[in-house]
Each structure stands twice: as C-alpha cells, then as structure tokens.
C-alpha cells in the first residue's frame, strides 16, 4: 500500500488533482482510496472513502466552543488526531494499491503547525510521497515564483518525506510561459536574471536572496506542469511517484 499526500495553498487544485489522480488509477487498473482531511469543506469533486467530515464537524466545533470560523477549523484540524486509529482501520479495510490522502485547504493550518505531520506520519505507514501543488497563477511573476519556491521547500523539510512538485492548473499558461518556469527551476541564474528585471530596491535583494537560497537547498530540482481539467501531466506524475515509490519499478502495471 503506497500514500499519496496531496499538499499546495489554498486554491491550488489538490481535490481536484485528487479526483483525477484516483480516476487515472482506476483506468489504469489500479486501486486507490481517496481520504479527505479536510474538516471545513463543504463540496468535493470526488466521493471520499474515508472523509474526516464523518467524525469531526466545523459547525459543531463552532457551537461547542464559541469560535469563530478560523478558529473552529484550528480546533477540527486538531481533532484530527482523536480519529487517526478509526481512519486506519477504514484504510486497512479497503486495502487499495494506493492511498491518496487530500489535506486541508488552508495549508499554513495543517503543514506549519504540530498536527499536520503527526496525523501524516501517522496514517501514512507505508512508503510514502509527497504532491505539492504550485499554483500556476505564481508563475507569472519571478519574485512571486522565487517566494512560493521557498514555500515548497518548507513544506518539504516539515513532513521530511520524499516529494514531487507540481506546477497546477497549468492549462492557464501559455506553451511559452511554461518553458520559461521550467527554466527558472532548471537554470536558477535565469531565475536571477528575471528577478533583477522585475523589481528594484529591497525587494530585488530579498527576491534574488531567496531565489539563491532555493538554488542551494536543491530541493526544487523539479516541476511537473499539470492540468487536472485537460488530464495533462499526470503520466509523468505517475512516473515520479513510482521512481520514490519503487525505485522507477512499477510492480502493478508491469
């Protein structure tokens, strides 16, 4: 059983890539379980076989606790760990080649504070691997991109798995814009390049000082363009997650 541990900002496509990472499983003659961490969803396009939602409610943390909408959804992401032994038995239970785990919207909640790798360490037991989403709206910008970079590397070092990255929702990019992001993560002095085109003053010296950073840490070596919409990118996605997971072996579809 192999984990999947879709991560990105809010609005950054992770139920959706969810979705269509499953439908692409099943097509493929594989088995997966979809499983939502999110408490404060409210729709999903996709049919949870294991959904948070069935233990904690956000409405009901809201009443009992007198909270506000943020500060219940804190109090439900926390509650997250009370459920881990009845989330692991539903898993167990369906006992899918694959386990694609889809977390909360708001990620600053779940990957920055304590609860966000305790729940993940703790359900994904198995061979594990990060999917973090990029959204392809920070492409635009190379001061933005450098940023979100960094972003990508925190979450990276937080959970302290094996991760891919994802330029998402990159049917909103142009062919042209595209190469040139790929390039920024290929060539990091093109990155530099850009930046000191785009910004002047303290905000160029902190932009090429992250873009720098990102270059050094070498956690970014890679970014796989994908369109959950148009079905694009998700077999090089494949590709990668069987390269962590199996040592570029793909044992169920050989």
Excluded at 28 to 43: F, I, K, Q, S
Excluded at 66 to 74: C, D, H, M, T, V
Excluded at 98 to 111: C, K, L, S, W
Excluded at 204 to 218: G, Q, W
Aim: net charge negative.
């Amino acid at each position: 059983m192999f984990y999947l541990v879709i991560l990105g900002t809010a609005g950054s496509g992770k139920s959706t890539l969810t979705s269509t990472l499953y439908e692409w499983l099943l097509d493929h003659e594989l088995t997966a379980t979809t499983v939502n961490l999110d408490p404060g969803v409210e729709e999903l396009p996709y049919v949870p076989d294991v959904d948070i939602r069935e233990f904690v409610d956000v409405h009901d943390v809201m009443s009992k606790f007198k909270l506000g909408p943020n500060g219940a959804l804190i109090v439900s992401i926390d509650l997250l760990a009370s459920y881990i032994n009845e989330i692991n038995m539903l898993i167990n239970d369906i006992g899918s080649d694959y386990v694609i785990i889809d977390t909360p919207g708001q990620m600053e909640i779940f990957a920055f504070r304590d609860i966000g790798p305790y729940v993940i360490s703790n359900i994904a037991r198995g061979k594990t691997c990060i999917i973090y989403l990029t959204d392809s709206f920070f492409a635009r910008s190379p001061s933005q991109f450098a940023s979100v970079m960094l972003l990508t590397a925190s979450t990276q070092f937080r959970f302290n798995k094996p991760q891919i990255n994802v330029l998402s929702k990159s049917d909103l990019l142009s062919r042209n814009d595209i190469e040139r992001t790929l390039m920024w993560i290929d060539d990091p002095e093109t990155l530099s390049n850009a930046i000191e085109e785009e910004v002047r003053g303290i905000n160029r010296e902190l932009s090429l000082a992250l873009a720098n950073l990102i270059s050094h840490l070498a956690t970014v070596s890679q970014l796989i363009p994908i369109s959950s919409i148009k079905n694009e990118g998700i077999d090089e996605l494949y590709a990668g997650m069987q390269r962590i997971l199996c040592a570029g072996e793909d044992y169920f579809t050989e």
